[in-house]
């Protein structure tokens, strides 16, 4: 067997729902037109969560994704009520699998939309952002989840969106943050991506601020190509990016990661369908395409595209695509499967046929990280759950707090700036932080302050450190300071 005949494991999962129905159609589909795969199966989703397992993912199945590297995944049901995690999320992170990428294409005019000539690729951060997880309710009246972006982490994705870019011959990568606010976090993501954008002086590069963007997105798409985004932003506007195209029930999803991809529908399980071969498997079918090109069968994603666009031009449409006038049969899941399978071989003659870069190569090696900055710890802001009282009581205990070298310069409640020199309009709840300044500091002292905080009668609920780097302030004021 030569090495073009080799075949390559993968793992596949029909899920819950509509999932076994729209997996079968996917994968008669591609081995039809020749994909060149073993395939092991492993279950995930109810089953496996009624069994108690909150994860949703059998222990021994994580041997399997590591083994093939290559996952195939179906929609899943997520049980209702706390304790069940987010299959998704649960692989992305333990695997490594930072890139989320969707392409968003129009089919007009077989199937309707605003924006005929919409075709963008929407490439979203998939580990840290808020994604992360880490939330506490704080107190009473104020819960708080924390946002983490981390330099390597927005070098990596926004390498992958340029060598993307570069290896499917776009033009032009556009960055979204919320940097004008978030200056700290989102504005690390857009430095880094100005930074890493002058590597790649044959690609023209823009940067937008989220909201903006968001509104030139659902207006006139056709004016980006290839979009990199914070996890956040790229899980709403992916989904919004699909739904313009005609229907997010379209749209397929690639999850990169160093160690293990997996490949998916962006649509749920939508259990009210199940077996009724209903589904459209167009989602999956097209998760299926990106995995096709990510195992080295770019030439098989090409010929089941174009079978599919083939498809889709004879008027051949499911129920949630179908539409008087346009359509011409309206066909189940399976026979829609069949529909694509009798026209392999066959390209649109009105939509442009699909081509991809069959050989291209995406250098993602992670390059010298430069020497790391002078840290210098100069201050601690201790948050404090305070129900009764105001700033001017609180700064006044405080004060007979503060030590030789420490000053406190400022009382925040919920990051705007109560003291001194407060607004009284000024809405305050239970949820005060404290900043204290001063060289030298160090643990021993934020400890100290802790303990003299405790002792004064205040209830310490959370510490954060201050730093500045080469002697740049690495934390930011409160509103209003």
Known sequence: MTAHEKRVPITVADGDGIGPEIMDATLRIITAAGARIEIEKIEIGEAVYSRGLDSGIEPSSWDSLRRTQVFLKAPITTPQ??????LNVTVRKTLGMYANVRPCASLHPFVSTKHPKMNIVIVRENEEDV???????????????LKLISRPASKRIVRYAFEYARANKRKKVTCFTKDNIMKITDGLFHRTFEEIALEYPDIEHEHWIVDIGAAKLADTPEAFDVIVMPNLYGDILS?????ITGSVGLAGSANIGDHCSMFEAIHGS?????????ANPSGLLHGALLMLVHIGQGEIAERVHNAWLTTIEDGIHTYDI?????????VGTREFGDAVIARLGREPKVLPPARYAVGAEMNLSIRPGGVPPKKEHVGVDIFIDQRDGNPDEIAARAKRVAMDGVKLVVIANRGSKVW???NPDTFWSDQWSLRFEGKPFDGKRVADIIAAMHAAGFDVIKTEGLYTFDGERGYSLAQGQ
């Open 81 to 86: 009520g706390g304790g069940f995690k987010s």
């Open 270 to 278: 939508a259990p009210r369908r199940a077996g009724q071969n209903l």
């Open 420 to 422: 001194p020199d407060g």
């Open 322 to 330: 179908y539409k008087d006038g346009v359509s011409k049969e309206k």
């Open 131 to 145: 994604y992360g997880g880490i939330e506490h309710r704080q107190t009473n009246q104020v819960a708080q989840c």
């Open 239 to 243: 989904d919004v990016a699909a739904q």
